[in-house]
């Protein structure tokens, strides 16, 4: 049987916190609940999770403090704020901390799961690629270093072009469907995201034009496909 995904959750509203650990449960995910920073901290130090959602408003210790203490003892596991304060100052600063993502209360059990599956998503997807390199037509991908190279010469890639080639390749000469790209890479599929795709699809585009043989093409109302006689990962 595979084992449960295990959530830190900190919120001191009893009954919001009570609904969300029995819908994550229910969801099949392992969800702890502590009401102040205080008690989730020593949770954290005595447990291993794989992604935690904190309240900002705490007492004993606040989510942004406990943040920035979780983030001292594991810099890469996913953290989640759940927030009334809806100020773009305390969005940016919660970003600045190392948040994942940012929820204004109030919100939907759903928005919180589908939040919290497309970081986990993106979470698998970066450890999944840690050791892989592609062989693209004359090109290699080595994802883990986001360098694309051909013929003594490297590309070294941004993490969203490097995301985007790594899905892309991974859905080589197949649909990669557009919505499952914005949800994984930039976890929200708006119109401003959207956009952003395109911008990125452009630069790969640029990178991958020394070889006439690979092509990322537009499929008309669903996604990007990318062409290549030769994929092996």
Known sequence: MEEKLRILMCEDDENLGMLL???????????????????????????KYDLCVFDVMMPKK??????????????????????????KEDILEGFKIGADDYITKPFSMEE???????????????????????????????????????????????????ELLALLCAHANEILQRDFALKTIWIDDNYFNARSMDVYITKLRKHLKADESIEIINIH?????????????
């Open 21 to 47: 650990r029995e819908y994550l449960q229910a969801k099949g995910y392992s969800a702890e609940l502590y009401s102040d920073g205080e008690a989730g901290y020593k949770a954290f130090l005595k447990n």
């Open 62 to 87: 606040d989510g942004f403090t406990l943040a920035q203490e979780v983030r001292a003892i594991n810099a890469e596991i996913p953290i989640i704020f759940l927030t009334a304060k809806v100020l």
């Open 112 to 162: 919180l799961t589908f939040r919290i599956e497309a970081i986990l998503r993106r979470v698998r997807g970066k450890k999944n690629k840690e050791s892989s390199i592609y062989k693209i037509g004359k090109f290699t991908f080595d994802t883990q270093k986001q360098i694309l190279s051909i013929d003594g010469k490297h590309t070294k890639l941004t993490t969203k072009e490097s």
């Open 221 to 233: 109302g669903k996604g990007y496909k990318l062409i290549t006689p030769e994929i092996e990962g």
